[in-house]
């Protein structure tokens, strides 16, 4: 089992970027599902979750900039970020959590200079 996250980059703020979490193994079923995001230095923050199919939650600072959500293959999980801010600089990791476990993508940088 494998999650595979990709789509960080460099970006001015304003500008727009999409996270991808390809899993490889198992699927983006009816667990709980997201992306956290860590600054170093700070706790990990819950960016944005799913819990079974149609349960969405947002953290405060990215509702209405960032959007959840999973392919009709149910195989990768993304995350659209549009009107970045330096704020949101930070390394996104995905994840997914089951019953017995909760795997975890490598992490993928996002940096937003101003």
């Known amino acids: 089992v494998q999650l595979q996250a990709s789509g960080g980059g460099l970006v001015q703020a304003g500008e727009s970027l999409r996270l991808s979490c390809a899993a490889s193994g198992i699927m983006f079923g009816n667990g709980f599902m997201g992306w956290y995001r860590q600054v170093p230095g700070k706790q990990r923050e819950l960016v944005a979750s799913?819990?079974?199919?149609?349960?969405?939650n947002y953290e405060d600072s990215v509702k209405g900039r960032f959007t959840i959500s999973v392919n009709d293959a149910r195989n990768t999980l993304y995350l659209q970020m549009n009107i970045l801010e330096p704020e949101d600089t930070a390394v996104y990791y995905c994840?997914?959590?089951?019953?017995?476990?909760?795997?975890w993508g490598q992490g993928t940088l996002v940096t937003v200079s101003s």
């Open positions: 799913i819990t079974g199919v149609t349960n969405i």
């Open positions: 994840f997914l959590r089951t019953l017995l476990r909760t795997y």
